[in-house]
């Protein structure tokens, strides 16, 4: 029975350590899957992605690392300095933060952006080589989400929608009405703090989801007879020190939430 420890949305909060090290003590054997956006919100983007890394090399057989959309959104800009979504985004603060803690002081995008080339050459080339999605026995694990309208989610869906999904990952044909999931496997996805996710069930068989700004528990959207898809974005974009952010543990072979670690309400 293979246990599986499961984070993402960071954004730049390295609070979420102490929580992250307690669970692993817990279940030593676990494997560890981060799914993307370590950085943006907080500022300390790169030294998340320095621990996330750091994780990975430390324990290569019981970490896996994806890429979310802010990772994306990074490598796009510093490919390209006119593709700039990355510092309307986050970007601009955790670029100079971490120039600032590697030279002492930061200057404008353009010349941040050629200090963090140089500087972080080794990290930014293993951001690059990270997956957008996982598979462990009946898990599967994405930033943003999945097409469920096509055959095969998980090989025919574009890489733009494993990043940025959304609405068209939450409902199926009929707008605010949850999607079934057609997969012979749970879903772990983050990318929007769940508090911002509202809709209803077809067929009314649970209760509706309305919005709530203030607090991103895990959520859980399961019809009966499927699995599930869970929720976990805690909403650390927001960037208030008092959100570490929501881990789950789940196991590979049934696919079930074993136990879930969130913010005190």
């Known amino acids: 029975m293979t246990r599986v420890i499961a984070l993402g949305d960071i954004h730049g909060q390295m609070a979420v350590f102490d929580r992250l090290h307690h669970i692993q003590q817990a279940y030593p054997d676990a494997l560890t899957v981060f799914i993307g956006d370590y950085i943006d919100g907080h500022v300390q983007g790169f030294d998340v992605l320095q621990a996330v890394r750091a994780e990975s090399l430390a324990q290569p057989d019981q970490t896996v690392v994806l890429r979310g959309n802010h990772e994306q959104i990074m490598l796009d800009y510093l490919a390209d300095p ?92 009929q707008d605010e009405v949850f999607a079934h999931n057609p997969m012979p496997a749970t879903i772990i996805t983050g990318h929007t703090p769940t508090g911002y996710i509202e809709g209803r069930y077809d067929g009314d068989v649970h209760p509706a989801k309305v919005m709530n700004f203030t607090q991103h528990p895990v959520y859980t ?43 005190p309400k």
Request: charged letters at 25%.
């Open 221 to 263: 959207v399961q019809y009966p007879g499927e699995f599930a898809r869970l929720f976990i974005d805690g909403g650390n974009h927001g960037g208030a020190d008092n959100v570490s952010g929501n881990i789950v543990v789940l196991d590979s072979e049934s696919g079930q939430l074993i136990e879930k670690f969130e913010d």
């Open 82 to 173: 006119e593709a700039k979504t990355w510092l309307f985004n986050g970007g601009s603060d955790t670029m100079a933060y971490a120039i600032d803690q590697k030279f002492g002081h930061a200057e404008a995008d353009d010349h941040n952006r050629q200090r963090l080339l140089a500087s972080y050459a080794g990290l930014l080339t293993w951001v690059d080589t990270l997956p957008l999605d996982y598979a462990i026995g009946k898990l599967r694990f994405v930033h943003a989400g999945y097409d469920l309208s096509v055959s095969n989610p998980v090989s025919l869906t574009s890489e733009e929608m494993k990043l940025w999904a959304r609405e068209d990952y939450w409902y199926g044909k």
